[in-house]
């Protein structure tokens, strides 16, 4: 008798923090760690912006402004920073993506006059240049001019860290006499990809695949459209529909009460790899004994613009391995 394996739909919730931006900036490592394993592990890198490396987004999609007037709290879903090492441990190049207006910012550090120099651009004619330094352990001070403000203003900005994931940053205006204006901007910024949270994408498709009240059809919603599925006992399927055949004839069979459990896993780029094992019993259609099953299994995820699809699976059913 056949054993029932399939996936099923990302609930809603699963899809709330989709983000735009994808960038890719090609360059040789030269034995240095990537930009995905320096968030995990800072210590890694010797880059004084470390901390920044990472994709980061607006906490509770926050940010609270004054350009003349009230004070004005406003929602801003769906911003999006890719904050990355280029080919040098003392610079950073950060996209930001999102809603309009879009840009990015480039800094660099002088190791011997310990100065940060920063350069940005922002829409059309935003471009901002200034100086600025590292103050207590990693929180950075800056003072920018722009284009397209009062001739002789600038800003001050802070970036204070509240933790690895999360940093406070802060924009305060000052006249050409060195005297605040009333005008600011501030925002909380929180990472959004590391392992954790990958941890966590991961671990809400396998919930759903443990979740034996959605049906087929809906079940397809999770699988990238060149996906290769190969289960135990059954030829390669390698398309949407097949497998549709496949998910249905398996839950004529009767009901899998199983857990997916995560065993390891490794980003490479937009591709995520796991091993993992399943553990659960088959309870027969027509009624007959419970059978209880372990397996092991081999994912692969794509991610496109946010969200984790499965791209390959092959479930093996020799003996299980507790490793």
Known sequence: ???????????????????????????????????????????????????????????????????????DTIKIPHHHTVSS????????????????????????????????DHLSSFGTIRMGVGEGEF???HNVRLKISFEGEAPGTYREYTYEWLSDSEYFMHSKQFDEHGEPTGLFYEGTFVRIDNNENLREKIRAVLDVLDDNDISTREQLAVYADDVIHMAPNNRVISNKEDLLTYLDLQKSYGLADMK????????????????????????????????????????VFEEVEGVLRIQKVIYNASPYDQK
């Not at 080919?87 to 996209?95: D, G, K, M, P, R």
């Not at 990015?104 to 002088?110: A, E, G, K, P, R």
């Open 1 to 71: 008798m056949k054993i029932k394996f399939y996936s099923s739909l990302l609930l809603a919730l699963f899809f709330t923090q989709v983000y735009a931006q994808r960038t890719s900036l090609p360059f040789e490592l030269n034995g240095r760690p990537s930009n995905y394993e320096i968030q995990d592990s800072l210590q890694l890198s010797r880059s004084p912006f470390a901390r920044f490396i990472g994709e980061w987004t607006l906490k509770e999609d926050t940010w609270i402004q004054n350009w003349g007037g009230n004070n």
């Open 85 to 116: 090492q280029i080919n040098t441990e003392n610079s950073l190049l950060s996209i930001i993506d999102g809603p309009e207006p879009n840009g990015h910012i480039f800094w660099t550090y002088n190791p011997n006059t310990k100065e940060i």
């Open 135 to 137: 103050y207590g352990q």
């Open 260 to 299: 997916h459990q995560i065993v390891e896993f490794s980003r490479h780029d937009d591709v995520i790899i796991m091993r993992g094992r399943v553990k659960g019993v088959f309870h027969p259609q027509d009624g007959g004994e419970a059978i209880p099953f372990q397996t092991k299994n081999l994912f």
